[in-house]
């Protein structure tokens, strides 16, 4: 489960279960950079403390679901602004 807090709004969830996905967004069009945007998939598996679940970040398209729920993802960066956002 994928839970962000922002100081000015209630915690936003949504199933994400099993694993980790980090995300860096560095400016401009909030889309992948795939599609031309800045947000780029941090790829692999790594520990990594920074992680608030359990650690490790197991990478987009591992564990229980064979999809990311994109959409929620990117409107919570979108929200963030610049810089890593773990789910």
């Known amino acids: ?3 962000t807090t922002i ?4 915690a936003e969830e949504f199933e994400n279960p099993s694993h980790t996905v980090a ?3 560095h400016g401009g069009i909030v889309a992948y950079q795939g599609n031309g945007g ?5 790829p692999g598996i790594f520990n990594d403390s920074r992680d ?3 650690g490790v970040v197991e990478g987009y398209g591992e564990g229980s679901t064979p999809f ?5 993802m ?3 960066i979108s929200s963030l602004g610049k810089g ?4």
Not at 7 to 10: K, S, V, Y
Not at 68 to 72: G, L
Not at 84 to 87: H, I, T
């Open 1 to 3: 489960m994928g839970i």
């Open 7 to 10: 100081a000015t709004a209630a």
């Open 23 to 25: 995300l860096n967004y």
């Open 38 to 42: 800045g947000v780029k998939i941090v």
């Open 52 to 54: 608030p679940y359990d």
């Open 68 to 72: 990311e729920p994109e959409t929620q």
């Open 74 to 76: 990117l409107s919570i």
């Open 84 to 87: 890593l956002s773990f789910f």
